[in-house]
């Protein structure tokens, strides 16, 4: 199940988030990002969304945040970015909350959805992406230091709308 995120949601949030972003394997964001940091970004006010992905007893599982890619003249394409709790990981809520946003990018009227940073390493997201109609259309070289690999490149991913 999705739904909106709540401001009591932080804290179950947070605790994959922190998890995630503290790995250094799948995103951009400093790794030692303080709480406060990352709620004030994850949490962000309309025209983003944040959602949740719950199992049958509210738990939550995983979140997305999806807002414009740019402003201005770039408004009219969507982005997003997705945790889901280690333990939870293969089991469809990553795809439930990819769905769901590309559903919200339609519904809100964006041409398209782009991701700006997909690390080419992370082999199950682009995978996932790929298989719900995104491209990859770049990759920057070596534009992402990872804990294990050393430098590998970002994939942009871009899905028509």
């Not at 939550?60 to 982005?79: D, E, F, Y």
Request: proline residues 4%.
């Amino acid at each position: 199940m999705i739904r909106e995120a709540a401001a009591e949601d932080w804290p179950a949030i947070w605790l994959f988030f922190h998890e995630i972003v503290a790995a250094g394997e799948s995103f951009g964001y400093d790794t030692e990002m303080s709480e406060e940091e990352a709620r004030a970004m994850w949490l962000d006010s309309p025209p983003s969304r944040t959602t949740v992905v719950t199992d049958a007893s509210g738990a939550i599982l995983g979140s997305a945040n999806m807002h414009p890619n740019r402003g201005g003249p770039g408004a009219h394409v969507a982005s997003a970015t997705y945790v889901v709790d280690t333990a939870h990981q293969g089991r469809g809520a990553g795809r439930a909350l990819v769905e769901d946003s590309l559903a919200w990018a339609r519904g809100a009227g964006f041409k398209a959805m782009q991701f700006n940073a997909v690390v080419e390493t992370n082999e199950r997201a682009v995978a996932l992406y790929e298989s719900l109609g995104f491209a990859i259309v770049g990759t920057v070289p070596e534009a992402f230091r990872h804990p294990r690999h050393g430098y590998v490149g970002l994939h942009v991913m871009h899905c028509g709308l």
